[in-house]
T-cell receptor
Framework: KNEVEQSPQNLTAQEGEFITINCSYSVGISALHWLQQHPGGGIVSLFMLSSGKKKHGRLIATINIQEKHSSLHITASHPRDSAVYIC??????????FGKGTRLHILP | KAGVTQTPRYLIKTRGQQVTLSCSPI?????VSWYQQTPGQGLQFLFEYFSETQRNKGNFPGRFSGRQFSNSRSEMNVSTLELGDSALYLC?????????????FGQGTRLTVV
């Protein structure tokens, strides 16, 4: 079992839908990261959080430390949101463990 | 403000050769981390450098090494290349070591070993 598990692996939705991507981890963490990777490889760091909730535009990330679970939400999804979303847990030794990613495809 | 620059963008090498990849961080960033991404294993942490010192290392063989220069630019080297080393190699820079600050990623170097 991977130390960081994401679900779903693939997600196709219609433009405008509310999207939720989940991440569960089994290690003690100092921070959890959500990354977005577009075709071609470029990665953008979306959020770094260690508690509670963060919001940036249409993106919301939450984390529940007790349940070792984080979610990434996208409101009013748009085709340009199509990308791979990666959850990464930073353990207490500052090592980062990545989930396998969720491939999101938003249809116009 | 220039982003993280990785060179070269694409590289083809043969088995047994060695390769050096370069990463120039955002100006002022002293932490550079390297990652390997393959279809089978996903993203994996290679190592982190801060102020010219390796601060953290992932579970990769000794063929993978790196260094950081006084201007924070970093290089990673892979010796005796194997087919399985074909991957996208990403570097990320950050103001602080560890996870203390947001990381900014480069576009990556796609290495193909034939």
């Amino acid at each position: 079992k991977n130390e960081v598990e994401q679900s779903p692996q693939n997600l196709t939705a219609q433009e405008g839908e509310f999207i939720t991507i989940n991440c569960s981890y089994s290690v003690g963490i100092s921070a959890l990261h959500w990354l977005q990777q577009h075709p071609g490889g470029g990665i953008v760091s979306l959020f770094m959080l260690s508690s509670g909730k963060k919001k940036h535009g249409r993106l919301i990330a939450t984390i529940n430390i007790q349940e070792k679970h984080s979610s990434l939400h996208i409101t009013a999804s748009h085709p340009r949101d199509s990308a791979v979303y990666i959850c990464a847990a930073e353990n207490r030794d500052d090592k980062i463990i990545f989930g396998k990613g969720t491939r999101l495809h938003i249809l116009p | 403000k220039a982003g993280v620059t990785q060179t070269p963008r694409y590289l083809i090498k043969t088995r047994g050769q060695q390769v050096t990849l370069s990463c120039s961080p955002i100006s002022g960033h002293r932490s550079v981390s390297w990652y390997q991404q393959t279809p089978g294993q996903g993203l994996q942490f290679l190592f982190e450098y801060f102020s010219e010192t390796q601060r953290n290392k992932g579970n990769f063989p000794g063929r993978f090494s790196g260094r950081q220069f006084s201007n924070s630019r970093s290089e990673m080297n892979v010796s005796t290349l194997e087919l399985g080393d074909s991957a996208l190699y990403l570097c990320a820079s950050s103001l602080l070591q560890g996870g203390g600050a947001e990381a900014f990623f480069g576009q990556g170097t796609r290495l193909t070993v034939v």
